[in-house]
């Protein structure tokens, strides 16, 4: 391949890539606004990755190799892709659609930008990974940003619920991020396949879930039309193209442009849900973003390997 043929190939994957983190961050606002329209939280979650799992299911079902795999899996594969599904999707996504219902779309990427923090506590806490000065300072930045943001302590009581199931979100999604790892380390299941049944698994008993404690609500036009969406194009679509964009850009690419998701949560929140974006705001995201890029670049940079789930 010549490299005029080359850079045009790199500049597509880094503009498929920005197109999905802007259709993952659209995702806040439709959830909000279905929110709004008092759909269940947990129902909500559910309906949307059962039906992101029904897209994806074909391309499972029509593959003789997939489904080859799928037999011959073991025990302790389907337990690990439970165990994925349920932290990853019913905790992880769960816990994000629950607390939603109560903070600010802004407030929760924030929380939940300190995911590869605790990540790197983990790798420091069990000497898996070394942690350079770099990699302090971005912690630093990020716990400074938090202040900047957060300070002075405003949380509205009707709240509360709210911030601690970020905090679970924010847990959860830090436990799937080294399983995940760990699932996909192994090299027996391609991404797609780790992807579709985990969700599958995740998605529907969150659904059951969601159906047993809080009913289905009520589903209008509307409502159908933001579920779909977020199935269809923001998670089955998305992910197809994120994977396809993942076989260019190298890890630190993909985790600077991945990384871009905080600011555009923010911008969207501000101009479709009139949520509050002064300059104290700006500041604390700006320097969480930066904070959490330099421990993920660091941590890209020393070698340690990541898996995509």
Same mark, same amino acid.
């Given at each position: 391949?010549?490299?005029?043929?080359?850079?045009? #190939?790199?500049?597509?994957?880094? @503009?498929?890539?920005?197109?999905? &983190?802007?259709?993952?961050?659209?995702?806040?606002?439709?959830?909000?606004?279905?929110?709004?329209?008092?759909?269940?939280?947990?129902?909500?979650?559910?309906?949307?990755?059962?039906?992101?799992?029904?897209?994806?299911?074909?391309?499972?079902?029509? #593959?003789?190799?997939?489904?080859? &795999?799928?037999?011959?899996?073991? @025990?302790?594969?389907?337990?690990?892709?439970?165990?994925?599904?349920?932290?990853?999707?019913?905790?992880?996504?769960?816990?994000?659609?629950?607390?939603?219902?109560?903070?600010?779309?802004?407030?929760?990427?924030?929380?939940?930008?300190?995911?590869?923090?605790?990540?790197?506590?983990?790798?420091?806490?069990?000497? &898996?990974?070394?942690?350079?000065?770099?990699?302090?300072?971005?912690?630093?930045?990020? %716990?400074?940003?938090?202040?900047?943001?957060?300070?002075?302590?405003?949380?509205?009581?009707?709240?509360?619920?709210?911030?601690?199931?970020?905090?679970?979100?924010?847990?959860?999604?830090?436990?799937?991020?080294?399983?995940?790892?760990?699932?996909?380390?192994?090299?027996?299941?391609?991404?797609?396949?780790?992807?579709?049944?985990?969700?599958? %698994?995740?998605?529907?008993?969150?659904?059951? %879930?969601?159906?047993?404690? /809080?009913?289905?609500?009520?589903?209008?036009?509307? /409502?159908?039309?933001?579920?779909?969406?977020?199935?269809?194009?923001?998670?089955?679509?998305?992910? &197809?193209?994120?994977?396809? #964009?993942?076989?260019?850009?190298?890890?630190?690419?993909?985790?600077?442009?991945?990384?871009? +998701?905080?600011?555009?949560?923010?911008?969207?929140?501000? +101009?479709?849900?009139?949520?509050?974006?002064?300059?104290? /705001?700006?500041?604390?995201?700006?320097?969480?973003?930066?904070?959490?890029?330099?421990?993920?670049?660091?941590?890209?940079?020393?070698?340690?390997?990541?898996?995509?789930?």
């Amino acid at each position: 391949m010549s490299v005029s043929k080359m850079n045009k #190939s790199h500049l597509a994957a880094v @503009a498929q890539a920005l197109l999905v &983190t802007f259709l993952w961050s659209t995702s806040w606002v439709l959830i909000k606004i279905g929110l709004k329209a008092d759909l269940p939280a947990v129902t909500f979650a559910g309906l949307r990755y059962t039906l992101a799992f029904l897209c994806l299911l074909p391309l499972v079902l029509l #593959s003789q190799s997939r489904l080859q &795999t799928l037999r011959e899996l073991p @025990a302790r594969g389907w337990v690990e892709l439970s165990i994925l599904g349920v932290v990853f999707y019913t905790l992880t996504q769960g816990a994000q659609f629950v607390s939603l219902a109560f903070l600010p779309a802004a407030t929760l990427t924030l929380l939940l930008n300190f995911s590869p923090i605790l990540i790197a506590f983990f790798g420091i806490a069990n000497k &898996t990974e070394a942690t350079p000065p770099a990699q302090w300072g971005g912690i630093l930045l990020s %716990i400074v940003g938090a202040l900047v943001y957060f300070l002075p302590v405003s949380i509205e009581a009707g709240q509360i619920p709210g911030l601690l199931a970020g905090l679970l979100a924010l847990l959860a999604n830090s436990g799937s991020s080294i399983f995940g790892r760990y699932v996909n380390s192994q090299g027996k299941l391609d991404p797609l396949l780790v992807t579709a049944v985990s969700m599958g %698994i995740g998605g529907i008993l969150m659904l059951v %879930i969601g159906t047993v404690t /809080q009913g289905i609500g009520t589903l209008q036009f509307t /409502q159908w039309a933001i579920i779909g969406w977020l199935a269809l194009v923001n998670t089955a679509l998305a992910f &197809t193209l994120w994977n396809k #964009s993942l076989q260019t850009l190298t890890a630190v690419e993909s985790s600077i442009i991945n990384g871009t +998701m905080l600011p555009q949560i923010a911008i969207l929140a501000w +101009m479709f849900l009139g949520e509050p974006l002064g300059a104290k /705001q700006v500041i604390g995201i700006a320097f969480v973003g930066a904070g959490t890029l330099i421990v993920q670049l660091r941590r890209y940079m020393s070698g340690s390997k990541t898996g995509v789930v």
